[in-house]
């Protein structure tokens, strides 16, 4: 089980991770090194994202 003081701040951690990653992908170049980088923390922020709503979701049932 996931404590909801910690459920919170990883959301709240995730969704800050995603939502910077995305504003920054458009001034990014694509060939560039930073663009990958960016790409990679956004889909770390999904990841988190999704394993907060898979814990909630599986503690409730």
Same mark, same amino acid.
């Given at each position: 089980?996931?404590? $909801? %003081?910690?459920?919170?701040?990883? /959301? &709240?951690?995730?969704?800050?991770? =995603?939502?910077?990653? +995305?504003?920054?992908?458009?001034?990014?170049?694509?060939?560039? $090194? %930073?663009?990958?980088?960016?790409? /990679? &923390?956004?889909?770390?922020?999904? =990841?988190?994202?999704? +394993?907060?709503?898979?814990?909630?979701?599986?503690?409730?049932?």
């Amino acid at each position: 089980m996931i404590a $909801a %003081e910690l459920g919170k701040a990883i /959301f &709240a951690i995730g969704a800050m991770i =995603l939502s910077m990653s +995305l504003l920054l992908l458009p001034f990014l170049d694509r060939n560039s $090194a %930073e663009f990958f980088v960016t790409v /990679f &923390a956004a889909l770390i922020g999904v =990841l988190m994202l999704a +394993l907060v709503a898979v814990a909630v979701r599986s503690q409730r049932h």
